[in-house]
């Protein structure tokens, strides 16, 4: 299969969204709070005040708005389970990092495993991480100590994949990775369907993806996404296309 996005190469801003407020409220509001603000100076604590005013709007969705959600979801998951069998290579289990408060399993991650078993992978949940509440003041994501703990008990997996964001990692918390360490692709997506997902700043991940601490990155896209180069032109890589985008590290 063919890159979904050209390679990314880190540091610099990410054109931000434009986005349609005829979309369910849920999601332009998140979009609009987090996503068109100014992608290298977001506040955590003002992104987490979005995601959580945002959840209180789900129920405003009409049923169709809510099954685009689900769809585009269900696309995210199909296509990250391409792109971690294709990094994962000839180890066939996979080790997931999923939120643990934040509700039940999310579309993307259930659409994410099944595909992986189509694929002859199995998925296990390494770490179920307290990403904090969002509700409340005091950092929200997923924490430094999670991650390294999650690395060290997935020593063995072809990939580390986590549905709870990029690492908030501290200057020099990159020494204490191993070089060996499994690849590491991060969802950072504002929704995951059924739950919400957590966004993260650009420059973070471009950050993270330059230092090579993960290999991947799929947020949220936008008008520009469509143009994006599709190795395959089914419905499924389509939808993917239309909602989401990929960056890649430096090879």
Aim: net charge neutral; glycine share 8%.
């Amino acid at each position: 299969m063919g890159p979904i996005e050209p390679q990314f190469t880190g540091g610099s801003e990410i054109p931000p969204r434009t986005f349609n407020p005829d979309l369910c409220p849920m999601t332009f509001l998140v979009n609009a709070a987090i996503g068109q603000a100014e992608p290298c100076r977001t506040n955590p604590l003002r992104a987490a005040s979005a995601l959580a005013a945002a959840l209180a709007f789900l129920t405003s969705c009409t049923p169709k708005e809510t099954q685009v959600l689900l769809q585009s979801s269900e696309a995210l998951g199909a296509v990250l389970a391409e792109e971690t069998v294709r990094v994962a290579g000839a180890k066939k289990r996979v080790a997931i990092i999923s939120p643990a408060n934040w509700g039940p399993t999310s579309t993307a991650e259930e659409a994410f495993t099944a595909a992986l078993k189509k694929q002859g992978f199995s998925a296990f949940t390494v770490k179920s991480a307290d990403l904090g509440d969002p509700m409340r003041r005091g950092q929200v994501g997923l924490k430094s100590a999670d991650f390294f703990e999650a690395l060290q008990n997935a020593a063995d997996a072809g990939a580390v994949v986590s549905f709870a964001g990029a690492p908030l990692l501290a200057p020099g918390d990159a020494a204490r990775l191993s070089p060996e360490h499994p690849p590491v692709l991060v969802v950072a997506t504002a929704t995951l369907g059924k739950v919400r997902g957590l966004w993260a700043n650009p420059a973070q991940l471009g950050r993270l993806l330059d230092a090579r601490i993960i290999q991947l990155a799929i947020i949220d896209g936008g008008p520009e996404s469509a143009a994006q180069s599709l190795g395959k032109t089914d419905a499924t890589h389509q939808l993917f296309a239309q909602n989401y985008r990929i960056l890649r590290g430096p090879k």
